[in-house]
Each structure stands twice: as structure tokens, then as C-alpha cells.
């Protein structure tokens, strides 16, 4: 017989590891003559719609690669525009006043546009980037010694751009899924799927169905214990919480 576990004890991460154990455990058994594959087809479905979903509410994958993306062209930015203003400062007046040009189409497209949000930024980096590529100011650049610093700049603006349009792609081909739903649906087929097994080997005994059953009394065990283990926890700080404030007052 299969142990009862009441699902709402468990966290939803650990909801999410103990059907993995199982569906892992299930999909890796010798299953043949047995009729619980469909059963288990659909189980699997569900949990790997619910890891989706769950990977996605957890926050966007691309959220913590795109601020990354946005610092290092902000600090390019930083390093190519203080380059080209450290120029101003040379001996040579020719080098200074190419230098000086420069800086004045820079403050022309804001000088301190790494501080912009990042679609005006990327706006104001487009124009720059447009002016910066005629004949005349990629020679002043040369001069400068200061193509290397200005490609920098372009290259991690192309990264920040290009990995932005793949995070629009990725989220105009998920599915939108209602997340509750999903979480209950992998409930009541994991509900389905013990039943199944129990009928199945009335039905038909067979020591498949045994093993099946002991490991997921197994996994139950354990994960009960997970959660008695946290209950106690929050009931013991509850009542040093409430001593504390006894105290206190």
C-alpha cells in the first residue's frame, strides 16, 4: 500500500524534487508487460511542464545575463569617452584638438549616457555609433590610437542587443501557462499514478509494481520528514519569539 503524503506540507521546490526522484525511478525500470506506461507518460509530461514553470517564475533566465550584458557596454562606454577626453590633455595640438572634436559629439548624444535607461542608452550608443563610422571620425579615432577602444564599445553594445532580441524570442514562443493550474495538474496525476499502481498489482501482482511502491514509500518517508522537520523548527522559533516578548515586556 502506498503512504499517503499531504502534498500541502511540502514546499513547492520540494513538491518538484520528489516527483523527480520518482518519475527518474519510474523511467528507469524494466517496465515491460506492465500496463502503467501511458500513466507514467502523462505523469512525466506534467512534471516537465511544471520545472518550466517554475524555472520561468523563478525569474527570467535572461535577467541576470542582461544586467551584466548592460554594465560591461556601460563601463566600455566609460573607458572610450575618458580615453578620447584624456587625449584633450596631450602635447600635441593637432592630438588634442582631434580629441576635443570628438568630445563635443559625444556630449552631443549625452555625455553620461551610461546612465540612461537601457533602450534610450541603446538609442543614443545607435546615433553615436552612426556618426562615429564616417570616413572622417574613423580617421580621428586612428589618430587617437583609439579604434581598439571604440570596438570594444560596439562589440559589447552587439552582445547587449543581440542577447536582448533573443530573450524577445524566447518569450514570444513560451507558452503562457497558468502556474497554479500546472502545479495541480502534476498533482492529481501523481494522485492517478499511485492508484494506478496500487489497482494494477491487485489486479496483476508483480514484483515491479512491489519495487515501485517501496520506493515511493520511500520518498514519501523522507520528504515527511523534511517537512516534520521544519514545522518543529518554526514551532520551537515561535516560542522563543514569544518568551523574547514575554520578557520584554
Known amino acids: 500500500m502506498i503512504i499517503k503524503l499531504i502534498f500541502s506540507m511540502l514546499r513547492l521546490n520540494e513538491f518538484l524534487s520528489y516527483c523527480g526522484e520518482i518519475i527518474a525511478f519510474l523511467k528507469a525500470m524494466d517496465k515491460e508487460g506492465l500496463q502503467i506506461n501511458t500513466i507514467i507518460d502523462g505523469f512525466d509530461s506534467n512534471y516537465e511542464k511544471a520545472i518550466e514553470v517554475a524555472?520561468?517564475?523563478?525569474?527570467?533566465?535572461?535577467?541576470?545575463?542582461?544586467?551584466?550584458?548592460?554594465?560591461?557596454?556601460?563601463?566600455?562606454?566609460?573607458?572610450?569617452?575618458?580615453?578620447?577626453?584624456?587625449?584633450?590633455?596631450?602635447?600635441?595640438?593637432?592630438?588634442?584638438?582631434?580629441?576635443?572634436?570628438?568630445?563635443?559629439?559625444?556630449?552631443?548624444?549625452?555625455?553620461?549616457?551610461?546612465?540612461?535607461?537601457?533602450?534610450?542608452?541603446?538609442?543614443?550608443?545607435?546615433?553615436?555609433?552612426?556618426?562615429?563610422?564616417?570616413?572622417?571620425?574613423?580617421?580621428?579615432?586612428?589618430?587617437l590610437s583609439a579604434t581598439e577602444w571604440y570596438q570594444d564599445l560596439l562589440d559589447d553594445n552587439a552582445a547587449f542587443l543581440q542577447l536582448q532580441e533573443d530573450k524577445t524570442k524566447a518569450q514570444a514562443s513560451e507558452e503562457d501557462y497558468d502556474s497554479l493550474e500546472v502545479y495541480k495538474e502534476l498533482q492529481v496525476t501523481c494522485e492517478q499514478l499511485f492508484e494506478s499502481i496500487e489497482v494494477l498489482n491487485r489486479i496483476a501482482p508483480n514484483q515491479k509494481y512491489t519495487e515501485m511502491i517501496n520506493f515511493i514509500n520511500d520518498c514519501t518517508q523522507r520528504y515527511q520528514a523534511i517537512a516534520k522537520t521544519r514545522s518543529t523548527k518554526n514551532e520551537n522559533a515561535k516560542e522563543v519569539s514569544e518568551e523574547t516578548e514575554e520578557q520584554e515586556v
Open 55 to 143: 524555472n520561468r517564475n523563478r525569474s527570467s533566465r535572461y535577467t541576470e545575463l542582461l544586467k551584466e550584458k548592460d554594465h560591461r557596454r556601460d563601463e566600455s562606454y566609460i573607458a572610450f569617452r575618458n580615453m578620447i577626453e584624456a587625449c584633450t590633455h596631450r602635447k600635441s595640438a593637432e592630438i588634442a584638438e582631434t580629441a576635443e572634436n570628438l568630445c563635443v559629439l559625444l556630449r552631443s548624444h549625452d555625455w553620461s549616457l551610461q546612465r540612461l535607461g537601457r533602450a534610450e542608452q541603446s538609442a543614443k550608443l545607435a546615433s553615436l555609433a552612426k556618426e562615429l563610422s564616417s570616413a572622417e571620425n574613423t580617421q580621428a579615432l586612428a589618430s
